[in-house]
């Protein structure tokens, strides 16, 4: 498996990384060996948080990675607390909680750091100044190796960018949701900040699913991209999800296309399309976008 720099960490990260979220907490011997056997095919990189499952997605990755701990990059989250009744959670961005919180996540994670923390969200209207004071502490002491963003607000980003010296930001990205290419990556290359891409299937819409809207596309505008997308399927041989990996990891941007694994099967058809990534070149990305709009954020400012 190929590694890419991470923004400006010094830490090098597996361009397909393994979304945690997606494993089933109550299937402890699975997990590990879905984690096991990502780490055996070079995934380094493997991103949790603490408001999935309530805490248990953390405690069912970190009793998995134990025996190569030190070899991988492990991502976790902040900012969210699960109220009492359990019936949600509320947002909690404030550098004593943060600096609180991150002491429940090295423990059910088994380890005395976190590679990649990262704030799970976040306004304009937040305390910036204050949250990255607390990242940087936490960096200070040793708990944290870098910290990040993970959010789609332009404004938030901008304004992080500007204050902070975050490696990363984790966002989704694909070949239907191309948003951040018009807006942000130039300036993200700039900082020295990589790109973390999640949903990079649109909910399997760019594999199996059936025809929808998605965002701001009608369905026949999604129908238009999957034709051309099978057309160059059709010419190189691949598959759909092959074809749309290569499309996100061909942007120089991206540190790691991070993809949610809920079963082996799931894990063996990742293995069998990391073997078959390529360089998109822009001969083939025009093929892909032909007739496709463009899209900005319109929301989320």
Request: aromatic letters at 6%; one cysteine or more.
């Amino acid at each position: 498996m190929k590694q890419r720099k991470l923004g400006n960490s010094g830490l090098m990260v597996s361009e397909i990384g393994l979304g945690c979220m997606s494993l089933k907490s109550n299937q402890p011997k699975q997990s590990k060996d879905i984690i096991q056997k990502a780490f055996d095919i070079g995934i380094t990189f493997f991103d949790t948080a603490d408001l999935y499952d309530k805490g248990q997605n953390e405690m069912a990755v970190g009793d998995s990675v134990q025996a190569f701990r030190k070899q991988i990059v492990l991502a976790s989250k902040v900012g969210n607390l699960w109220r009492a009744d359990g019936s949600g959670w509320d947002w909690k961005a404030s550098k004593d909680y943060i600096v609180k919180a991150i002491e429940g996540s090295l423990s059910r994670l088994k380890t005395d750091y976190i590679d990649l923390y990262q704030l799970h969200g976040g306004t304009i209207d937040d305390p910036i100044d204050e949250i990255i004071e607390a990242f940087e502490l936490l960096k200070k002491q040793g708990k944290i190796r870098a910290y990040g963003l993970s959010s789609i607000r332009p404004n938030v980003i901008k304004e992080f960018l500007s204050k902070s010296a975050i490696s990363s930001v984790m966002m989704q990205y694909n070949l239907l949701d191309r948003r951040l290419e018009e807006e942000m990556d130039t300036l993200l290359t700039a900082n020295d900040v990589s790109i973390l891409a999640r949903g990079t299937l649109a909910k399997g819409l760019l594999v199996n699913k059936p025809v929808e809207p998605y965002l701001q596309y009608t369905s026949g505008e999604v129908s238009h991209l999957l034709r051309n997308l099978d057309k160059m399927v059709k010419q190189s041989g691949k598959d759909r999800t092959t074809e749309a990996l290569s499309y996100v990891l061909s942007n120089a941007a991206v540190a790691t296309a991070v993809v949610g694994v809920s079963t082996r099967l799931q894990l063996d058809e990742l293995t069998a399309t990391k073997q078959q990534l390529a360089q998109l070149n822009a001969q083939d990305k025009k093929k892909l976008l032909d007739g496709v709009r463009s899209l900005l954020y319109t929301e989320h400012r």
